[in-house]
């Protein structure tokens, strides 16, 4: 065979089973590494799109300056690896195909020693050097699922990520058990070939099993994409007996990652929009809407959004392009889409152009909605209700009454709201933390308070260390 014939044939093999960077055996696998590579770039860029990233370029240095120590040892140093903080109040870590890592702010201010960070770096690099979603996609292609073309009536991914973007479904994809195993064993050794103690990741799998969905973030929590494998705990404990090394004289740097988090925000942030009752208020941008009682709402960088407690109704909110007159041509010019009864009016003395549409979806079904733009400040904000054809009847009206209710945001207690953040505080003594709570009193329940020191909730708080508590915010 000649050797230029023989490229073609390995390249033609490679594309239906590759081999397993970390098992050395070679797996099924739809993706090449080439589209292993784009497909986790545009993720991150959706994901960057509708997260946003934390607004701390000192703490993003230094988180991807750790992460790409790791990345550069591992079984594929060649991938376009990068390590990023989103700013999102859940706790929870992301590795997406082909390089991208992301982690949110909400895992960062319950860790307390760049040894638990490394040890989730590295358990995120394990997913993408073991291919674990590479593979989980071949599956779900092989299941004629593909990706991103969800229908967002999907009850599947309606029911993981409240009101899910189809397109960042790969987020939601919940790690097998076996791979959680390999992905933590991965981890321990890359974090032991950087000199750091591996006991520094039990203790963080420790504080991740006791945050168990706050669900205030816009992402899921960690536990609900990275399932707890069976003894996860005594796992690590026997790969560090087996290790045969004075782990004790090993890299913690307590005080070194715990300065990058002094001042950071915590939970919500309430100046991005924040709910009350199902009251939408936006300081930021000054306005308030009254979404249906009961409903499911979710907030992100690009949209809010509600469903329907039967999961058969959508009301959203995006900002619209141009006016209310532009961007409801836009809307309405899109194919697929019939309009009727479009006309212009006003909500609240505000200009508007409202209208109803009908459109199929990729699966056959047809949805009928009602549209409303109208301009307030310098914006125009675009509100959106649809449903199935055959149940629009029943929230017409609904949506009107809802999309009636915008309006500018007067309470000044709402429009002064500010984030709650993380102050550090030196222990002057060893102290319980309830002691810690009396006097140095947080605005999260004393558990709380416990959970990101990465104590028990009777433990003690050290003489000597910077300990957390949590200043100010609304509490929701
Ligand atoms: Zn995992």
Not at 169 to 194: H, I, N, T
Not at 205 to 234: A, D, I, K, V, Y
Not at 341 to 369: E, K
Not at 389 to 401: E, L, M, N, P, T
Request: with cysteine; proline share 4%.
């Amino acid at each position: 065979m000649s050797r230029h014939t023989r490229l073609i044939f390995l390249a033609a093999f490679a594309a239906g089973c590759a081999t397993n960077p970390v098992t050395g055996r070679s797996q099924l696998s739809l993706i090449s590494e080439g589209q292993e590579i784009q497909m986790g770039k545009e993720y991150a860029e959706q994901v960057k799109a509708a997260y946003g990233l934390y607004d701390n370029a000192g703490l993003q240095a230094y988180v991807s300056r750790l992460g790409m120590q790791l990345a550069a040892k591992s079984e594929r140093p060649q991938l376009p690896w990068q390590f990023n903080v989103i700013d999102d109040a859940a706790v929870n870590a992301f590795a997406l195909p082909g390089g991208p890592v992301f982690i949110t702010r909400g895992i960062l201010t319950h860790m307390n020693s760049e040894a638990e960070l490394v040890s989730v770096l590295g358990h995120e690099i394990g997913h993408i050097t073991a291919k674990h979603s590479v593979s989980q996609m071949s599956q779900a292609q092989l299941a004629n699922l593909g990706l991103g073309i969800g229908s967002i009536f999907s009850s599947t991914v309606a029911n993981v990520s409240g009101i899910a973007s189809a397109g960042l479904s790969v987020l939601f994809l919940k790690y097998g058990r076996d791979a959680e195993r390999q992905a933590d064993e991965l981890g321990f050794k890359y974090m032991v070939r950087e000199n750091y103690d591996p006991r520094e990741m039990a203790s963080m799998f420790r504080t991740l099993q006791r945050t168990g969905g706050s669900g205030e973030g816009r992402l899921p929590e960690w536990l609900s994409t990275h399932p707890n494998p069976e003894n996860r705990e005594q796992a690590v404990a026997q790969r560090v007996d087996s290790l045969g090394r004075d782990v004790g004289a090993m890299t913690v740097d307590r005080e070194e990652f715990i300065r990058y988090i002094s001042g950071m925000n915590y939970g919500l942030n309430p100046r991005e929009g924040f709910f009350r009752n199902g009251l939408f208020l936006h300081p930021d941008l000054r306005f308030q809407l009254q979404f249906p009682q009961g409903w499911q709402t979710q907030n992100t960088k690009q949209a809010v959004a509600a469903m329907s407690p039967n999961q058969d109704a959508i009301l959203q909110m995006t900002l619209g392009q141009g006016t209310p007159d532009q961007a409801a041509q836009q809307f309405f010019g899109q194919q697929g889409i019939q309009s009727s009864n479009v006309s212009r009016n006003s909500v609240n003395g505000m200009p508007a152009v409202s209208g109803y549409f009908q459109a199929q979806t990729q699966d056959g079904a047809t949805i009928r909605g009602l549209g409303v733009w109208l301009q307030y400040g310098n914006a125009t904000y675009q509100l959106l209700g649809y449903s199935p054809a055959q149940a629009f009847s029943r929230y017409d009206q609904v949506f009107r009454q809802s999309i009636g209710s915008f309006r500018e945001l007067t309470d000044q207690a709402a429009l002064n709201v500010q984030p709650a953040k993380i102050e550090l505080v030196r222990v002057s003594r060893t102290m319980s933390v309830a002691e810690f709570n009396r006097q140095f009193p947080s605005s999260i329940p004393v558990e709380e308070v416990a959970i990101i020191n990465g104590v028990d909730a009777g433990g003690s708080l050290q003489a000597g260390t910077m300990a957390k508590r949590v200043v100010g915010g609304v509490r929701q």
